[in-house]
């Protein structure tokens, strides 16, 4: 029963992890309600801009969510509030709720088998890309190329 109780704490503190970034003094509790609201906010935009061609960009995502133009913020805070929007776009995604993608600078909720042909063309490159660094890593140690550094 103990082992129950502790497996279940792991398992709810591994699932919020991004969300112990300190910045701004923010505590969990809040920085809960903020992914709660982004998320309200990422629905009520991108409801818009379903499809390629109703595609909307970095800049009015930033700006629907955080209600600012990224100009107005700091670098850093721009930084922080864009992976912050991009993690929970990721997460929405996996968990199927809104699959969100984009093609170059063009964010978009996919919707045809002509945009769901793309998006699969650009995770095959990335997966040849990752396997192309597994090989030359490999090429690495069996050259034992580390001796030259």
Known sequence: MKQKQ???????????????????????????????EI??????HFKDHVGKDESTSPVDIFEAVIGLHPEEVGIYKREYWWNVIKKIMSQLRKSEDLFIVHSGQKWFVLQSTEELSGYKRNVKN????LENSITRAERWVQNKSWQNI
């Open 126 to 129: 990335v997966i040849r890309g």
């Open 6 to 36: 502790i497996q279940k704490k792991r398992t709810i503190k591994k699932s919020k992890k991004f969300l112990l970034i300190d910045y701004d003094q923010l505590k969990v509790s809040e920085m809960v309600a903020t992914v709660k």
């Open 39 to 44: 998320t309200t906010r990422l629905f009520k």
